[in-house]
């Protein structure tokens, strides 16, 4: 009996440092009817494009998605990962126009970004989406506030 005691134990020490706390994973409800504009890649203040619009992504009802990536619009679905918390837009859709300057460089980090699996941090006013090629870092720009 004196064995199985420490044995228990450190089982279940050994479980709780082995598992992810789900808590703390951000929520379908945590994105729904928001909407962020796109602030920084990689640490690097984004400017608006030539026509005064900047990237953007709204997240509404049954983490339907949609935005602006730069150059074109998308569209597609939200997904968080049930065991890592990451999150990524799915049968992601965009419109096909071609643009000069850097708004096809800005496209091509968020369509890179929101299609890949990539970390999600979330306060109260940003939403920063990081994975080994990019950081996005996204202000709350709710419609109505």
């Not at 228990?8 to 929520?27: E, N, Q, R």
């Not at 602030?39 to 005064?52: F, M």
Request: a negative charge; charged letters at 25%.
């Amino acid at each position: 009996m004196k064995k199985i005691i420490p044995l228990v134990g450190l089982s279940m020490l050994l479980a709780a440092c082995s598992s992810h706390d789900k808590a703390d994973f951000v929520t379908a409800s945590d994105l729904q009817h928001h909407h962020w504009e796109l602030s920084a890649i990689d640490g690097k203040p984004v400017a608006k494009n030539k026509l005064d619009k900047v990237a953007d992504i709204e997240v509404g009802e049954n983490l339907n998605t949609h935005g602006f990536a730069g150059c074109n619009s998308y569209r597609g679905m939200a997904e968080i990962n049930a065991e890592t918390g990451e999150f990524r837009v799915s049968q992601m859709a965009m419109t096909m126009k071609m643009c000069m300057d850097d708004s096809m460089a800005t496209e091509r980090a968020v369509a890179s970004t929101l299609s890949a699996w990539s970390k999600i941090d979330l306060d109260k006013q940003t939403l920063k989406l990081s994975n080994d090629e990019h950081t996005l870092t996204f202000t709350l720009k709710d419609w109505v506030q």
